[in-house]
């Protein structure tokens, strides 16, 4: 991938829109990132690795630091990259989230984030989102956020860390840039495998022990104590014979259930005889105490029996009242009718009366009408008299607000005319500096070829002077004699000098006419617009300036728009009177119209109120006389009436068969009783009653002992169950022990193996034995090129030494090739280190770049400090990243260090203003 250009803005301390050309450095080679501290050079990489990723460079920084504290509160933030990845460009553009001014009204809004990536040249964006465009990046590149950082950004510090830390630390690192998690997770998986099978070993210990704890045997069983020894002691419990035990006692409380199961089914065979006994008694006694009380029931009921038949017959001699009622209520009911036809009468002539009531409402409501109506014509035709001619006063109004508006538009065409001379005097102006500046140029120009054609003619002098011999003639003035030659100077121009300064003089010469000549053009133009703006304005020109001639046409107009906008005024107040007066004549003609036709409608109506008024009393007196010859006074009062004589009626006839049902009730019974009598005398016949009091001892003597053979058999049962199930459960927890005991010993045996906690062994974990794969190639990498750096002194190595229990196997030593010894990273000078800290980035890029598919990387960013370096080291570093830029590959320095700008020709330059933010400039 490389980077063809960079655009920011609002980004950092990069305020304006700031566009970083890349392709001007060319395809390959170093290029150097300069500038002051806090300028912005490392916001260079935020940027390309934003516009990628969405993320900062570095850890420290985040996507909300982003926005520049120097932009305008409307300047959106945003990264866009322009780069190529094989031989195809893409463009990706990403503005974070951000707050914005409202377009309307006080206070900020948020505006969403936009991001997208196109093939270059299209319009369509091939992906559009965070998720599209992340995803897109990674299938282009091959890289995700992390990799790239770690393959083509080497910041500040980072590998400095990683070359001084310990295996432990530098772990977390190749497992984050090498993805060897997965050797993490298995170990952690079989740790936790082993754990979970050693928990479910001493689980299965506690449920032996539990189960053995909570058997239940009974108290005379032999074998109680050996396994309740068994249960204190679950651990040893698989290595005895614990089955065995726990089998006999199983025997031993079947033999013992027997015996008592035989116990209790005798006593239980008792007790169910007296039981039945006491029943048989209580049964007798029960029908000798009803005998008695059906007796002592007979004597109650045959009073009341001869009383009931008295009432009945009494009842039965009301009967022929009961009759008459009857007739009088069929009577009554005939007439109900009359009352209806009265009162269908009246109705007739209450809705007579209602209809008049509503034709007089009818009428007040139109005398009402015809009196408001009246009264309205008259005050509309006073407010039309009063108005007068509207449409002559609008007429004249309107001439004078066109006669305004024609004198307002000539004044306005005289300031355009003024304002278009001002302009030609600007150009005028501007034309005078150019013409100024290029004279000055000529006459520099000429200045600078007199005193080369001086100089060059003294040369000319000096070569001639330099053939010279005594005693021959001179070719110029022929004398014999050269007392002084002329000289050869050394600063004397060539021809080809002299040549071109006198091709730039004429290019000069050139330039200043022509710039004479707009000159002159610009400033007669702008006299003649002058000069007609002034023969326009007429009298505001008379005897003035152009700029007094201005002033009083301003003055003019101000006045005139005044009165027009007073014209304007009081023309809309007129068109508002004529629509009011043509509102009122259409009204009017309303008025009249509806006023002529209320006053046949009233005349109607007085009419038709009279005829309704006499049909009403008429029906009323015929209704009068028709009630007044019936016994009740309306259709209520007599069913009120008729519901009294049926209320008589049915009490009556309720009275009396209520003394006829009560009688036949009685007879029912005294018969009923008699049968149950004669049953009962018969089931007594020659029984005694029995003594259920000595029953029941006997029966609940029995019960007791029942209870207690039940309740031993009972517990014999439970106990024979839970040695069953007991025996059961040991035996398949006992096999799942010894299986778990087994497992326990392999898993445990292996993940001691993994995770390096073999006793006598190295503490090595298999993703450290991964790692060291990686971390061999990477310090291969690095070793060619801090040979290189060093004269051959230094190489890094992985060391072996062990430190107790600490984990070994990614930690880091140096060979010194000078000294044939071996010593610790931490003993190399400031120097030293940061080439063996860049070293090991670079060599961690170029195995990660290998181990990414062909991943290709065509341009990396270097930010660490050359400071440290001395001039021969900082040589080597060049040397060494000058090979990291060969096949086609441009590196980027980040660095103050003087002596690389003299080292490295390409420069981006960073400079920073406080108060407007920072600008880049390239040098190639």
Do not use: W
Request: with cysteine; proline share 2%.
């Amino acid at each position: 991938m490389r980077p063809l250009k960079l655009t920011m803005q609002a980004f950092g301390p990069y305020a304006e829109k700031t566009v970083i050309d890349m392709e001007q450095l060319g395809g390959q080679g170093l290029y150097l990132i300069t500038g002051d501290t806090g300028a912005g050079k490392t916001t260079i990489f935020d940027g390309v690795c934003y516009a990628l990723f969405g993320k900062a460079s570095g850890d420290s920084r985040t996507v909300n630091m982003f926005r520049s504290e120097y932009a305008e509160p409307g300047v959106i933030t945003y990264a866009e990259l322009l780069f190529d990845y094989g031989g195809t460009k893409y463009l990706v553009h990403r503005e974070p989230r951000q707050k914005i001014p409202k377009k309307r009204g006080e206070g900020e809004t948020d505006l969403n984030t936009t991001i997208e990536i196109y093939v270059y040249g299209q319009e369509k964006p091939i992906a559009s989102g965070e998720n599209e465009v992340n995803d897109r990046i990674r299938s282009i590149l091959g890289l995700d956020h992390g990799q790239y950082r770690n393959v083509a950004m080497i910041a500040q510090g980072s590998f400095a860390e990683l070359l001084n830390t310990k295996t432990e630390s530098r772990t977390k690192i190749l497992s984050a840039i090498f993805s060897t998690g997965k050797y993490r997770v298995l170990q952690e998986r079989l740790k936790e495998e082993a754990n979970a099978v050693y928990r479910s070993y001493k689980d299965s210990e506690l449920k032996i022990g539990s189960l053995l704890g909570n058997i239940r045997l009974g108290s005379e069983d032999p074998y109680r104590e050996e396994i309740r020894f068994a249960a204190q002691n679950p651990e040893s419990a698989a290595d005895t014979d614990i089955e065995d035990i726990c089998q006999k006692a199983l025997e031993y409380e079947k033999a013992e259930a027997k015996k008592v199961a035989d116990e209790y089914k005798e006593a239980d065979k008792q007790h169910k005889t007296a039981t039945l006994a006491l029943e048989n008694g209580k049964k007798l006694t029960e029908l000798f105490h009803k005998l008695e009380q059906s007796e002592k029931d007979m004597q109650e009921l045959l009073p009341e029996l001869e009383k009931a038949e008295k009432d009945a017959k009494a009842m039965h001699e009301k009967l022929p009242e009961h009759k008459a009622l009857i007739g009088q209520i069929a009577a009554e009911e005939k007439q109900l009718q009359l009352y209806d036809d009265a009162e269908a009468v009246l109705k007739e002539a209450e809705k007579l009366s209602k209809a008049a009531d509503a034709e007089n409402k009818k009428l007040e409501a139109l005398n009402g009408q015809l009196s408001a109506d009246t009264k309205k014509r008259e005050e509309l035709k006073k407010f039309i008299t009063d108005l007068g001619d509207i449409g002559a006063k609008l007429a004249e109004t309107s001439g004078k607000a066109d006669k305004l508006n024609s004198e307002l538009e000539h004044i306005k065409a005289i300031g355009v005319e003024f304002s278009e001379a001002d302009k030609l005097k600007e150009k005028e102006k501007s034309a005078r500096k150019a013409y100024e500046s290029a004279q000055q140029e000529m006459e520099r120009l000429e200045k600078h070829y007199s005193g080369l054609f001086a100089l060059y003619l003294a040369e000319q002098a000096g070569l001639l002077a330099k053939e010279l011999e005594e005693g021959k003639p001179c070719p110029v003035c022929g004398s014999v004699h050269h007392p002084q030659k002329a000289s050869i100077s050394e600063k004397a121009p060539d021809k080809q000098t002299v040549d071109k300064a006198s091709a730039e003089l004429d290019t000069a010469r050139n330039t200043a006419l022509k710039a004479a000549s707009y000159h002159a053009g610009a400033r007669s133009a702008h006299e003649k617009a002058v000069e007609s703006a002034m023969a326009h304005a007429g009298k505001y020109s008379e005897g003035c300036t152009p700029e007094k001639a201005l002033e009083n046409a301003r003055n003019d107009y101000k006045q005139i728009n005044d009165e027009l906008k007073k014209l304007i005024s009081t023309q809309k107040e007129l068109t508002n009177q004529a629509k009011q007066k043509t509102a009122a004549e259409q009204e009017s003609a309303v008025l009249e119209k509806r006023i002529e036709e209320n006053s046949k409608n009233i005349s109607s109506l007085q009419g038709s109120l009279r005829e309704l008024t006499a049909k009403a009393e008429e029906k009323k007196l015929t209704a009068k006389k028709q009630l007044d010859s019936l016994p009740c006074a309306d259709k209520a009062e007599a069913m009120k009436h008729i519901s009294e004589l049926k209320a008589k009626q049915s009490a009556l006839e309720k009275a009396i068969s209520d003394a006829d049902n009560k009688l036949a009730q009685l007879e029912k019974q005294r018969t009923e009783l008699s049968g149950h009598l004669s049953e009962l005398k018969e089931q007594t016949k020659r029984k005694n009653r029995p003594d259920c009091e000595a029953l029941d001892l006997s029966m609940k003597e029995c019960a007791k002992r029942a209870r207690s053979a039940l309740d031993k058999r009972d517990e014999t049962v439970k106990c024979l169950s839970s040695a069953e199930d007991t025996l059961k459960k040991i035996r398949s927890e006992l096999a799942s022990n010894r299986a778990l005991s087994r497992e326990y010993s392999i898993k445990n045996a292996l993940n001691s193996t993994v995770n390096g906690t073999l006793a006598g062994k190295q503490r090595v974990t298999l993703e450290v034995f991964a790692q060291m794969e990686y971390f061999d190639r990477i310090l291969a990498h690095a070793n060619v090129r801090l040979l290189q750096m060093t004269n051959g002194q230094y190489e890094l190595i992985r060391s072996g030494t062990s430190r107790g229990n600490t984990k070994i196997g990614l930690d880091i030593d140096v060979n010194d090739h000078f000294t044939g010894s071996t010593r610790s990273i931490r003993s190399l000078s400031g120097g030293e280190s940061f080439m063996a800290s860049l070293a090991l980035a670079l060599g961690f890029s170029d195995e990660i770049q290998q181990s990414s598919g062909g991943v290709r990387i065509d341009s990396m960013f270097v930010d660490e400090g050359f400071g440290t370096l001395d001039d021969e080291t900082l040589d080597q570093a060049i040397k060494a990243l000058n090979g990291l830029a060969e096949n086609s590959r441009l590196v980027g320095i980040i660095s103050h260090v003087p002596e690389l700008k003299e080292k490295i020709d390409r420069q981006i330059v960073v400079t920073k203003d406080k108060s407007l933010g920072s600008a880049v400039k390239i040098i190639t």
